[in-house]
């Protein structure tokens, strides 16, 4: 990981730094392009948008690390509207949770139940959730979590994973092996080298044995990535592999590389948009700013600007 991209998450993580940007108005506004907007209701209207563009959701109710049971059931009441709302306007989407958002860092056993009831929800209309991964004090937690999901028959409970980490290709085939579909992914958070690869390089032909694996073994894989070389490579890879183009996808997020995206539509590959919405904004917009070098002068103009 980039010195640039560490710091700025470091500075960025700042309570006073998240006062102050959250209350810009031009921080609002770049915020906006990753974000759908503050309700359920823009959440919607994005999946109905991407919709008639071709390509499928998943919705995320923007929030992590809460600290009170209280807490993680309101978060969890709105998630399970999410669900209802897909259904109700037959939305091609699926969900998209932070396990912490469920209290996973002081109640593991909490955060099974709410995404239980949550996953049998989403069965019903055949919506599938990912457990996102967070920081690495969470990723054992994560990986147990949906394990243990799916040992109590939530068969629509998948992972992502993060490339960058170390231990990421064991717990590949770990939850390969407890029947779970794996969202792959680079890996947005800061992590010390010795659980994470510290070059751009090293995380590259990382998530290309990642993703080499899981396009011949994976169950349903998701190939999350904006990484032009990486779509290429895998394109090649299930094509030679014979993997058809219905039993895998590329998934991107909301608001970056839409031409891209529409290349891959258009070529006749199937694409998932990662929306999120809600009005805990700030951490995820950290981490899309911190991820490309070109956005820290966004985030420096924010923080200097009204
Ligand atoms: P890379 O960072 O090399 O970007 C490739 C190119 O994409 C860049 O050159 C640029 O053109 C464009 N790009 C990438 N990010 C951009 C941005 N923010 N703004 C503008 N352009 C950008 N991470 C995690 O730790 N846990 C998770 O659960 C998830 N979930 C997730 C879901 C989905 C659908 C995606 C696509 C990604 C995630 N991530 C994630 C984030 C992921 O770990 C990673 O940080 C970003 O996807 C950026 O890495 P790329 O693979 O796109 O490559």
């Given at each position: 990981m980039s010195v640039l991209r560490r710091v700025l998450l470091a500075v960025g993580s700042n309570p006073l730094v998240e006062r102050q940007m959250t209350t810009r108005a031009l921080a609002r506004r770049i915020a906006l392009r990753f974000i759908a907007g503050e309700t359920l209701e823009d959440g919607l209207t994005a999946v109905r948008a991407e919709a008639a563009g071709g390509r499928t959701a998943t919705l995320d109710f923007l929030g992590e690390a809460v600290t009170s049971a209280t807490a993680a059931r309101a978060a969890q009441g709105t998630i399970l509207d999410a669900v209802t709302r897909i259904t109700a306007d037959a939305l091609p989407s699926g969900l998209s949770i932070k396990p912490t958002q469920m209290g996973l860092r002081f109640d593991p056993d909490l955060t099974s139940e709410l995404l239980g009831e949550i996953a049998g929800k989403a069965a019903a209309d055949d919506q599938h959730v990912t457990l996102d991964m967070e920081g690495s004090d969470v990723t054992e937690a994560t990986v147990a979590l949906c394990e243990r999901l799916r040992a109590a028959g939530h068969a629509n409970v998948g992972c992502a994973l993060q490339?960058?980490?170390?231990r990421t290709e064991d717990d590949v085939e770990r939850l390969t092996a407890a029947g779970a579909s794996i969202r792959l992914t680079k890996g947005a958070y800061a992590e010390p080298p010795d659980i994470a690869f510290p070059t751009r390089r090293e995380v590259d032909l990382s998530y290309v044995r990642s993703a080499d694996w899981l396009l011949a073994n994976?169950?349903?894989p998701r190939i999350a990535t904006h990484d032009e070389a990486l779509i290429e490579r895998a394109k090649r890879t299930a094509i030679r592999l014979g993997?058809?183009?219905?039993d895998f996808e590329f998934q991107m997020l909301y608001g970056v590389r839409r031409e891209l995206q529409g290349r891959l539509i258009h070529a006749g590959w199937q694409l998932r948009v990662y929306i999120p919405f809600g009005t805990q904004w700030y951490p995820y917009f950290l981490r899309r700013i911190a991820?490309?070098?070109?956005n820290v002068v966004f985030f420096l103009r924010a923080l200097a600007g009204s």
């Open positions: 490339a960058y980490l170390r994976g169950h349903y993997r058809s183009p219905e991820e490309r070098p070109a």
